[in-house]
């Protein structure tokens, strides 16, 4: 289960139901259908190694990397392909994501600040953050 690495419910997912069938196949396949939605996937031999889905051309809502390609600049590659193609498509500098509590420090080095103190919501803890480019 993606995601549950402590931040979800009491530790071992319970009480984060809604969550777990917000990233659940069928919701996925829901989302990759909606314009709201777009879409990327890093592969690497034919396995699928990261996967990055941005909201209204402004939200992160899913950055994902397979463990066996962590820590290798994957991440950042792809939220670099998305903040680009969000720019392009005229995305005004401004993005937001909800993060783990794990997924803080990485956020942080991509630009990313805290927005708000760490919530809690459908069984998962999580921090509001934003980035605001300076667009020169």
Not at 52 to 65: E, F, G, I, S
Not at 117 to 128: D, I, K, Q, R
Request: proline fraction near 4%; charged fraction near 20%.
């Amino acid at each position: 289960r993606a995601g549950a690495r402590g931040d979800c419910g009491d530790g071992d997912g319970a009480g984060a139901e809604r969550f777990f069938e917000a990233i659940s196949a069928e919701a996925i396949a829901g989302y990759i259908s909606s314009p709201r939605y777009d879409y990327w996937v890093a592969e690497s031999s034919g396995h699928l190694a990261g996967a990055a889905a941005l909201r209204d051309q402004k939200h992160l809502y899913h950055l994902v990397v397979a463990s066996p390609y962590q820590r290798r600049g994957l991440g950042r590659r792809l939220w670099s392909t998305v903040q680009a193609n969000a720019l392009a498509a005229g995305n005004t500098g401004e993005f937001t994501v909800n993060s783990s509590l794990y997924g803080v420090p990485v956020y942080q080095r991509f630009g990313f600040v805290p927005a708000g103190e760490p919530t809690a919501a459908n069984g998962v803890l999580f921090v509001p953050m934003q980035l605001r480019l300076s667009r020169t």
